[in-house]
């Protein structure tokens, strides 16, 4: 009789232990051959299957268009800082990926939470984003700190355009959409960000793929895959700034006392 000893460990995503790693059972082999790209290695490595090719071009897009947003967000400021400072590059690129959450960067899952429960709950942008102010929480995906309605965010418009054209369905997008309209009734900065746009589509691409069942798409909303696209992406440019910094051998930061206002 075959006694298995008891494992402390249940892994699903990878294996070793052949004469060639594979990701969800994939081979490297195959993963060169086929011409894979990167949006195919995180859907197997996170999603445990292999997408539609528009499904992982549309990851591609999200991590190209989220890797910089230049030096003076939180993330790569931190990063600069950190890098001024003398320290490596792991310090100095997750001391700004740690700024990534609620306000910066990390609220695409909780934009996909609750444009998802609005939509299915069948509310109008009125009802939910009233019910938000009501519950004194901002909604996630909408607002900015730069961007207007007169000067929208490019990487919305072209995550839009390409659901537009390759997504069976954009239900959810459209949605949010239809909530930026009535956000920006209120106040000029509430506009639809990248964080609410990825939000929205990336719920249209887990619905509309036919990929996934329902059980499997409240699971990963309720996990909260959808800031890994962004902590992945953005540690892209934060590399990117601690080079940069290193390079120009810049001297340790110090912030100007002008630049504080000292009081009691
Ligand atoms: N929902 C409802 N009302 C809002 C929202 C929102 N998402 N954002 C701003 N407001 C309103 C509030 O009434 C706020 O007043 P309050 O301070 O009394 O709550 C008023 O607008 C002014 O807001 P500010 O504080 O000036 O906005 P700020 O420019 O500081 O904030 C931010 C920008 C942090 C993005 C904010 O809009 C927010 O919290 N949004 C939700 C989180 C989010 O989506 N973050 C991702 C941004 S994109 C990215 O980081 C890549
Ligand atoms: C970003 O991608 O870092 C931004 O949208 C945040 C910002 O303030 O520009």
Redesign the pocket.
């Known amino acids: 009789k075959l006694v298995r000893a008891p494992t402390h460990i249940i892994s699903t995503i990878s294996d070793d232990r052949g004469e060639e790693p594979c990701y969800a059972g994939v081979p490297m082999s195959s993963i060169v051959e086929r011409g894979y790209g990167v949006g195919d290695v995180i859907s197997l490595l996170w999603f445990k299957r292999s997408l539609p090719r528009y499904c992982t071009q549309f990851i591609e897009i999200c991590i190209m268009l ?1 890797a910089d ?1 230049g030096p003076c ?1 939180s993330g790569a400021h931190n990063t600069i800082v950190t890098a001024r400072a003398g320290k490596d590059l792991v310090s100095s690129l997750v001391s700004g990926l740690l700024t990534i959450g ?4 990390g ?1 695409i899952d909780d ?1 996909a939470r609750y444009f998802k429960d609005a939509y299915d709950r069948g509310l109008s942008p009125y009802e939910f ?1 009233e019910g ?2 009501k519950k004194g929480i ?8 730069i961007k207007r309605r007169d000067n929208r965010d490019k990487r919305v418009e072209l995550l839009q355009q390409f659901a537009r054209t390759h997504f069976p369905s954009v239900k959810y997008m459209e949605y949010a959409v239809e909530v930026e309209t009535f ?1 920006l009734s209120k ?1 000029n ?2 506009v639809l ?4 746009a990825i939000g929205s589509l990336f719920l249209d691409l887990l619905a509309g793929s036919g990929m996934f069942t329902k059980p499997e798409i409240d699971e990963i909303v309720e996990i909260g895959y959808l800031n890994g696209l ?1 902590v992945l992406a953005r540690a892209i440019g934060l590399i990117g700034h601690t080079f940069d910094q290193k390079r120009l051998k810049q001297p340790l930061y110090r912030h100007p006392w002008e630049d504080v206002l000292y009081t009691k």
């Open positions: 989220c947003h967000v609620p306000r910066f960067g609220a934009a984003v938000m102010k901002r909604v996630p995906g909408i607002g900015h700190r956000t106040a900065n509430l960000n990248v964080d609410g962004f």
